[in-house]
């Protein structure tokens, strides 16, 4: 069984597009969060949910929106795409409220390309 | 400020030899330290958790890291490389606040 799925793996698309990234986790954890991945395979947290709760949002474009309908979804839409949105897209959860001593769970990553 | 700093973006060792992979962070109260790997076109697995226990911690695979406040380190060593070793590892700091921070990487060739 798959702890944390996203879907779609590969997202190919046109500047200016909208596209959303779906993430599901069946292990019963309380926090959700999404990662960006750059060309150079630096990972930074973009938002955290518990709960539904949105926890953490760094400092991300507005054109980035997460949703998350239950405690185990965690979409990413993202409005007006740019070149520079071109990266892996992670998803993660962890148990309990906060990153803390936590250990997350990452899903395979989704990697979109902004033509 | 970079909390978290891996010496080192690219770390080749042979077959069977010792792998060390450095890692320094900064921080003015303890933190938690993780160590995290990645295999190609995958996503990250947990390693191993420093959470204020024992220094010394053993994780997945044979692979441990020593917690040394004085030098502000969290190193990831292991005794004898193996060519399933080859991908690429992330020291990670949790601190308070929700702030959590990952190390820019550093990728592990392992030569046959």
């Known amino acids: ?115 | 400020a970079q909390s978290v700093t891996q010496l080192g973006s690219h770390v080749s060792v042979s077959e069977g030899a010792l792998v060390l992979l450095r890692c320094n962070y900064s921080s003015s109260v303890p933190p938690y330290l993780f160590w995290y790997v990645q295999y190609p076109n995958q996503g990250l697995q947990l390693l191993l958790k420093y959470t204020s226990a024992a220094t010394l911690v053993k994780g997945i695979n044979g692979f441990e890291a020593e917690f040394k406040k004085s030098e502000t380190s969290f190193h990831l060593t292991k005794p004898s490389a193996h060519m399933s070793d080859a991908a690429e590892y992330f020291c990670a700091v949790s601190l308070t606040g929700n702030q959590f921070y990952f190390g820019t990487g550093t990728s592990l060739t392992v030569i046959p």
């Open chain 1, 1 to 115: 069984d798959t702890a944390v799925s996203q879907t779609p793996k590969y997202l190919v698309t046109q500047m200016g597009n909208d596209k959303s990234i779906k993430c599901e986790q069946n292990l019963g954890h309380d926090t959700m969060y999404w990662y960006k991945q750059d060309s150079k395979k630096f990972l930074k947290i973009m938002f955290s949910y518990n709960n539904k709760e949105l926890i953490i949002n760094e400092t991300v474009p507005n054109r980035f929106s997460p949703k998350s309908p239950d405690k185990a979804h965690l979409n990413l839409h993202i409005n007006s795409l740019e070149l520079g949105d071109s990266a892996v897209y992670f998803c993660a959860s962890s148990q309990g409220e906060h990153l803390s001593y936590n250990e997350q769970f990452f899903g395979p990553g989704t990697r979109l390309t902004v033509l």
